[in-house]
């Protein structure tokens, strides 16, 4: 099957279009031939190494942990798919990921896909939505009527969260530059802050939860927004010691554990018009690179999909 592959660790010129075997279906395997695949921070952040103390990968090694396609052979233990069905998917990240022709994945990491959405737009759903509900609903303990500050509101995990946290009755004030103002406000933001005129913490105060998908100063200084008991939920970096003992507030930091049940429950929302998939760019397999590039940039506005069939 064709695949993007790299061999070695390090900048874009390492992603090659590979002829590789197809992969081998265990018992509990669902084996998807891939229509498309989502474009995360995480795939270069692996493709430079940067991951390298969590898992050391055997190389070769197909990035992309985000999927859409069709089931094409399923294990003998498989009982909730069968060949021919639409599904998406975030494959588990210790695999090779969805960067080619198929990608095998643990069935209970896999969803149907959702009647009403394409391919490429349900490729551009898994990673981010899992993550944002994580964030938002098991970490961030939001509930109807708390106001939450949700940084980067234009990103893959921004765009999922602004419209989760809009759906559990939650008022949203999120941060963008001044020309993706109007897109988060038609995602749902009550309030919109330009970070590059205003400084957010001088504007708004006693939040009951920050999702953070920055980390840095941005981070340092949405602990000054919180009340106290509230919550700060990171996914980019713990705070420090000394930020934790000055402020009262509760902190998570968390790597997304994928899970197909969840996706199943975010499926559901997506067919009932209350999520809609986001994508910004598609790219075609062989445009790799180019969609590193973007992704790379910090500025990709909602989901980057390579198109694979
Ligand atoms: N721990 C986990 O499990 C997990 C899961 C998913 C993602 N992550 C991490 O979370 C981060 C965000 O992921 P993502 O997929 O949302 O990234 P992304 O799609 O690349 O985010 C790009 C967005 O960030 C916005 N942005 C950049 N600088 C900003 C600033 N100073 N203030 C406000 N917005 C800013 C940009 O908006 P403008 O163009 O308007 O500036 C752009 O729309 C990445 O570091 C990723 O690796 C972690």
Known sequence: MRA?????????EQLKLAEVPVPV????????????????PVDWKIREGRLRHRIDYPLPLILGWDAAGVVKEVGRQVTQFHPGDPVFTRPATERNGAYAEYVVVDESLVAPKPGNI?????????????????????????????RVLIHAGAGGVGVHAIQLAKNLGAWVVTTTSAGNVNFVKDLGADEVIDYQTENFALRIRDLD????????????????????GGRLVSIVQPPSAELIEEHPVEISYFFLQPDGKKLIRLGKWIEQGKLR?????????SSVQEAHALSESGHARGKIVLAVK
């Open 25 to 40: 279906v265990g018992p509990l395997d669902v084996l998807i031939e891939v229509h498309a695949a989502g474009v995360n």
């Open 4 to 12: 993007i592959i790299i061999n070695h660790y390090g900048s874009r």
């Open 277 to 285: 998939p986001v994508v910004g760019r598609v790219f075609p397999l």
């Open 118 to 146: 394409t391919f490429v737009e349900a490729a551009s759903v898994p990673l981010a939505a899992l993550t944002a509900w994580e964030g938002l609903v098991e970490h961030g303990k939001l509930r109807s009527g708390q």
């Open 209 to 228: 939860l920050v999702f953070d998908l920055l980390g840095g100063s941005v981070q340092e200084n949405s602990f000054r927004v919180l009340k106290p």
